[in-house]
T-cell receptor
């Protein structure tokens, strides 16, 4: 596998379920991101991890809980979601080039989430 | 507030015609701007960045700080250019803000 891989590609869950989205990058990058893509809205940055530390948390509700166990893996744990959380969740990675230069973002194909 | 605006949701042109996808940004600092593209059934990927000043697949984009714009241009559109195009702004650190996107449709 190369690039950024996301699983599952599709997920349907009830509001009381607990599920997780997984992202894995094989590019040797040191920064990983979660974005939310809803219909008719721009991509929304949710979380950023650099060197396994969370460096950005964009006022995301606590029902979304990220985890970055190492620089190659990123999870998004989901619990008690709402129907309005249904969206495409995109994972991305980049190489931190220092001095605030993160370089190009490499995206996964996304996990399509439907909350019933 | 930092913002990226792409005023056109859909742009339709004929093959061989020039195309310009508009992007305006709002940022008080020194911006780093990108164009990303998503072809049908493919993942979102970088098309070009303003720092590189390069032409990719015939596309160019010039940063105009006076007009806070970063429009994407191609003199002769091809059918394979049909895709969703996103303008993006990196404000330093790890924050990249995307516009809402413009769907380009190139007709034969």
């Amino acid at each position: 596998e190369t690039g950024v891989t996301q699983t599952p590609r599709h997920l349907v869950m009830g509001m009381t379920n607990k599920k997780s989205l997984k992202c894995e990058q094989h590019l040797g990058h040191n920064a990983m991101y979660w974005y939310k893509q809803s219909a008719k809205k721009p991509l929304e940055l949710m979380f950023v991890y650099s060197l396994e530390e969370r460096v950005e948390n964009n006022s995301v509700p606590s029902r979304f809980s990220p985890e970055c166990p190492n620089s190659s893996h990123l999870f998004l744990h989901l619990h008690t979601l709402q129907p309005e959380d249904s969206a495409l969740y995109l994972c991305a990675s980049s190489q931190d080039l220092g001095r605030g230069n993160t370089g190009e973002l490499f995206f996964g194909e996304g996990s399509r989430l439907t909350v019933l | 507030a930092q913002r990226v605006t792409q005023p056109e949701k859909l742009l339709s042109v004929f093959k061989g015609a020039p195309v310009e996808l508009k992007c305006n940004y709002s940022y008080s600092g020194s911006p780093e701007l990108f164009w990303y593209v998503q072809y049908s059934r493919q993942r979102l990927q970088l098309l070009l960045r303003h720092i590189s000043r390069e032409s990719i697949k015939g596309f160019t984009a010039d940063l105009n700080k006076g007009e806070t714009s970063f429009h994407l241009k191609k003199p002769f559109a091809q059918e394979e250019d049909s895709a969703m195009y996103y303008c993006a702004l990196t404000t330093g650190g790890f924050k990249t803000i995307f516009g809402a996107g413009t769907r380009l449709f190139v007709k034969a």
